[in-house]
């Protein structure tokens, strides 16, 4: 499939996506051809057709993963030579980053600027920090009680754990893959990959580049359908909604009781001072709202409230909503309809309920799944707004009282998630006290969205629990195997 109509700067770019499933290291065609069309939402025209897995096709990708694990050359390279090999898929993707940030805005509609820098660029610095990682992944000796007058020897041993099947949303569509399958390529597993059905296509051009680095057939296989129930799957990694993660919980225990990592939804608090400094901790709408770890519910200490909702508005005004390709857009079209449409009953529930909208709520009026940038204020506890996610460029303002530091905390952490929080002030123990207070697994502290793929990123409660990114990632794709040796 190629695409001629993206211009760069002054020249015509040729888009070249894969479109069919990649299973053993082939691009195929899905049992009885079944295809489905992914959907550009900036115009809502389809991009192409592209290939539908059915069960069978299921069943050869993890067979040929089996192998690969068990019998292939993926399974007995020495450490090094695989990191030297995610290392090449790094570069090549670094080769090809304009590319996938023009498929990633095609497809997901994320504004380029953001694709090129975020979605694609720290997916390259994923996989060159886990290939950094695959030499260095070791055991321990442990000193037990001796046998006498025999002696005794136990060590550990980290090892693959084997099949491991990952299921990516549709919000970061790349830099999710990228954050799941680097680690587990590095701890020596092969993969079955689920992109999200709306978003497949870099996936698909991952998948190409995967097999041009050098990586083994069946190592990486790419497709969707069903995996949580699959025997010869070890491992799931899922990103997605709390309640498909339940689905998925449950249907890994009753299938082989395999190993789950699961990092789901969020309803993150953040916390502003009067003592803020506005100009940061003003921050409107971070990938058009779909971010897992979105502020989806501001408390603003109540001094400060008016003057930070006048400075919010200014920056949405300033705001320019269009094409992701233009590289002067700030804001692109919602991911798919569907979503489109969820967004406009999340708003349509906070007008009822008697929550103040001060700006948006609507679909913007041109064709593609555009919606407005939206502010809530005079949002109380209790509201639907207020607790569930909207996963879009909904504000939900709140006011609360100077020096009512632990009831702001309360009403922060009444909440079924724990995945991100925040906090602004120049109060420093305040700032600790926070952070330490706040029930979530990750705290950004005068500063948001701010992740690094050395720091652990993962969620308390009902977002999930298990990590991605930095050292403790490595732990969901690994298994502890203990030795004891008497002599």
Wanted: proline share 4%.
């Amino acid at each position: 499939v190629q695409l001629r109509q993206v211009e760069q700067n002054t020249n015509n770019m040729t888009i070249k996506m894969p479109h069919q499933l990649f299973i053993n290291g082939e691009f195929v065609d899905a049992e009885g051809r079944k295809t489905y069309k992914t959907i550009n939402p900036t115009d809502g025209t389809a991009i192409c057709d592209v290939s539908l897995a059915q069960i069978s096709d299921v069943d050869k990708a993890v067979a040929a993963a089996k192998e690969a694990f068990e019998e292939g050359e993926w399974g007995r390279m020495n450490p090094r030579d695989r990191g030297r090999l995610l290392y090449k898929l790094a570069d090549l993707m670094e080769e090809h980053q304009e590319e996938l940030a023009t498929i990633e805005a095609i497809d997901s509609g994320a504004v380029y600027t953001l694709a090129l820098k975020t979605h694609v660029g720290m997916s390259i610095q994923t996989f060159r920090y886990f290939a950094g990682w695959c030499d260095k992944i070791q055991g321990s000796t442990i000193p037990i009680n001796q046998a006498r007058p025999n002696r005794n020897l136990t060590f550990t041993k980290k090892e693959p754990i084997g099949v491991c099947a990952i299921v990516i949303p549709w919000n970061y569509p790349l830099m999710m893959l990228a954050w799941k399958t680097a680690a587990c390529l590095a701890a020596g597993n092969t993969v079955v990959l689920k992109p999200a059905q709306v978003t497949p296509l870099t996936a698909l051009k991952f998948a190409e580049l995967a097999a041009r680095a050098g990586l083994p057939k069946g190592v990486h296989s790419d497709f969707g359908s069903r995996l949580s129930d699959h025997p010869d799957v070890r491992k799931l990694g899922f990103t997605g909604s709390t309640e498909i993660g339940k689905h998925i919980m449950r249907s890994c225990a009753v299938s082989n009781v395999k190993k789950v990592s699961l990092e789901l939804g969020g309803k993150s608090p953040l916390i502003i001072f009067a003592d803020c400094d506005m100009d940061k901790a003003v921050s409107v709408f971070f990938n058009k709202g779909e971010n897992c770890i979105a502020a989806g519910r501001l408390f603003v200490e109540e001094t400060i409230h008016d003057q930070f909702l006048t400075k919010v508005v200014g920056e949405i005004k300033k705001m320019k909503i269009g094409d992701p390709l233009d590289r002067s857009t700030n804001h692109g079209p919602q991911n798919h309809k569907a979503h489109l449409d969820k967004l406009l009953e999340f708003c349509q529930a906070g007008v009822q309920e008697g929550a103040t909208l001060i700006c948006g709520g609507k679909q913007v009026q041109r064709p593609g799944f555009f919606f407005e940038p939206t502010v809530f204020t005079d949002v109380q506890d209790h509201m639907y707004i207020a607790i569930e996610e909207s996963f879009g460029p909904v504000m939900i303002l709140s006011k609360f009282k100077s020096g009512e530091v632990d009831e702001v905390l309360r009403r922060a952490n009444a909440t079924e998630y724990g995945l991100a929080s925040g906090v602004f002030t120049q109060d420093i123990s305040r700032a600790l006290y926070v952070s330490e207070k706040l029930n979530a697994g990750t705290v950004f502290v005068n500063t948001y969205n701010k992740t690094d793929v050395a720091s652990p990123f993962g969620g308390f409660k009902q977002s999930g629990f298990g990590k991605d990114l930095g050292q403790e990632a490595l732990n969901e794709y690994l298994k502890t195997k203990a030795v004891t040796i008497e002599y």
